[in-house]
């Protein structure tokens, strides 16, 4: 029989693989409503969760992730769905009616937490918050550990309180999300595509100024690397919806 030193032992080393295997994302909703938040691995990626879950005010959820795992998370507003199906409606965010995404993006415009956790090529953790498919919810990712320069990326204010008539998605009178002028206008020039498709030829407009003005953290178009995009290796992630601004 093991002696209580040798469990001891076995357990430090148990828990200390564990931890170091992967990268753990623990997923918070600080808002005051419910919060249906939808998980995509990128082509080649597993899709955790199945996709989406649920989340109370104040709940939250931990996830695992394989080393060099990338994929994207949002958040998704006013759900109703069917327990028995799993089938319903999101006003912001919907991936095709379901509870559990499954593989399927949510529709913009929703605020994204994109994040790649290293290469084959690198070990480094590069992750940011897009604004590139509008806005639906405010959110935040924090770094656990990981050291100096490992920066938070977030859009904290809730843009929908001042989007501009033009960019506006309503449901029963409200604004529930904003679009980013990509997605208004349907343009090469403000999507970055065809000929605008490299930095040169793409800028900012005035949306996206306005955008990056209130959320600096956040990416305000498709080439805002230099504030936009963080690297940095942490064995954790928190992901808030709602986080105090």
């Given amino acids: 029989m093991p002696t209580p030193s040798q469990i ?8 200390s693989i564990s931890l170091a295997d992967g990268t753990q994302l623990i997923v918070v909703n600080n808002c005051k409503e419910s919060i249906w938040p939808g998980i995509l691995g990128t082509a080649g990626h597993l899709t955790p969760q199945d996709g989406g879950f649920h989340l109370y005010s104040g709940e939250q959820l931990a996830v695992q992730l394989p080393d060099n795992w990338s994929g994207r998370i949002w958040g998704r507003q006013g759900c109703c769905f069917n327990e028995r199906t799993g089938k319903g409606t999101c006003q912001t965010g919907d991936c095709a009616g379901l509870l559990h995404c499954r593989g399927v993006g949510g529709v913009p415009p929703a605020t994204l937490v994109e994040m790649t956790f290293g290469t084959p090529k690198s070990p480094l953790h590069y992750y940011d918050v897009s604004l590139v498919d509008g806005f639906n919810v405010p959110v935040s990712m924090a770094p656990v550990g990981g050291g100096a320069g490992c920066r938070v990326a977030s859009c904290e204010a809730d843009l929908n309180q001042c989007c501009p ?9 409200k604004v529930v999300g904003c679009k980013s002028a990509c997605l208004a206008a349907k343009s090469d020039r403000y999507c970055c595509t065809g000929e605008f498709s490299n930095p040169q030829s793409c800028k900012p407009t005035v949306f996206g100024h306005l955008f990056k003005a209130i959320c600096p953290r956040a990416y305000s178009y498709a080439y805002d690397d230099s504030t936009g995009l963080n690297v940095c290796r942490a064995p954790r992630y928190v992901i808030t919806f709602c986080p105090p601004n």
């Fill in 8 to 15: 001891f032992i076995f357990l430090y080393f148990t828990i």
């Fill in 165 to 173: 008539s033009a960019l506006e998605v309503k449901r029963e009178g």
